[in-house]
């Protein structure tokens, strides 16, 4: 089985843009749709980027996502950071067996 | 679609914890779906446990596969987690989600509340 790397932590301004990775140890990253979830204090994760790149309706478009084969990553940039999009923000995939794997989670501050 | 946990909030060290998730809003059984529990130890990060199809196609994560159950019961439009002696590790708060199959499994698009069971004696 693979797993998925996350930063522990990225902290940014109000109005920046962030950039927050997920890198897969084995095996393209380009195999398996990767997924981003949002989780508040106390709240279930909601979608924010699903199949790589695609966003969910309400979800506005200062969120993107990407993948990069060179690196072997994906990314979720959030641009115009808003104090709203502090939270934990957690990469998802699978393997070819249907397995799910969640990267660590990435504690995103906007100071 | 609405999903909700329900089961004892604790659960003795050693004893098998058991969890439902009732849908409501649409059929367990119109296929195309994998519905799955994952779990969340306070302070840290998501674990996936497992998933069913409707027709009781199981998929297990590797490092809890011989201490976990997953049953569907369509008639009541509900699915089941079990898991086999417990210990504090077990403590988390559970979710129950669902993703859609196509080509691919894709994402978790809906998730239940979450409930927290704690394992001590």
């Known amino acids: 089985n693979f797993m998925l790397t996350q930063p522990h932590s990225v902290s940014e301004s109000p109005g920046k843009t962030v950039t927050i990775s997920c890198t897969r140890n084995?095996?393209?990253?380009?195999?398996?749709?990767v997924h981003w979830y949002q989780q508040r204090p106390g709240s279930a994760p909601t979608t924010v980027i699903y199949?790589?790149?695609?966003?969910p309706s309400g979800i506005p478009d200062r969120f993107s996502g990407s993948i990069d084969s060179s690196s072997n990553s994906a990314s979720l940039i959030i641009s115009g950071l808003k104090t709203e999009d502090e939270a934990d923000y957690y990469c998802?995939?699978?393997?070819?067996?249907?397995?799910?794997?969640f990267g660590g989670g990435t504690k995103l501050t906007v100071l | 679609v609405q999903l909700q946990e329900s089961g004892p909030g604790l659960v003795k060290p050693s004893q098998t914890l058991s969890l439902t998730c009732s849908v409501s809003?649409?059929?367990?059984?119109?296929?195309?779906?994998?519905w799955s529990w994952i779990r969340q130890p306070p302070g840290k990060g998501l674990e996936w446990i497992g998933y069913?199809?409707?027709?009781?196609?199981?998929y297990y994560s590797p490092s809890l596969e011989s201490r976990v159950t997953l049953s569907v019961d369509t008639s009541k439009n509900q699915f089941s987690l079990k898991l086999t002696s417990v210990t504090a590790a077990d403590t988390a708060v559970y979710y129950c989600?669902?993703?859609?199959?196509?080509?691919?499994?894709?994402?978790?698009?809906?998730w239940g509340q979450g409930a927290l069971v704690t394992v001590s004696s």
């Open positions: 989600a669902r993703a859609f199959y196509g080509s691919q499994v894709t994402n978790f698009a809906f």
């Open positions: 809003g649409g059929s367990i059984s119109s296929g195309h779906y994998f």
């Open positions: 069913i199809y409707y027709s009781g196609t199981t």
């Open positions: 084995s095996g393209s990253i380009a195999i398996n749709y």
């Open positions: 199949e790589d790149d695609q966003r």
């Open positions: 998802q995939s699978y393997n070819s067996s249907n397995v799910v794997v």
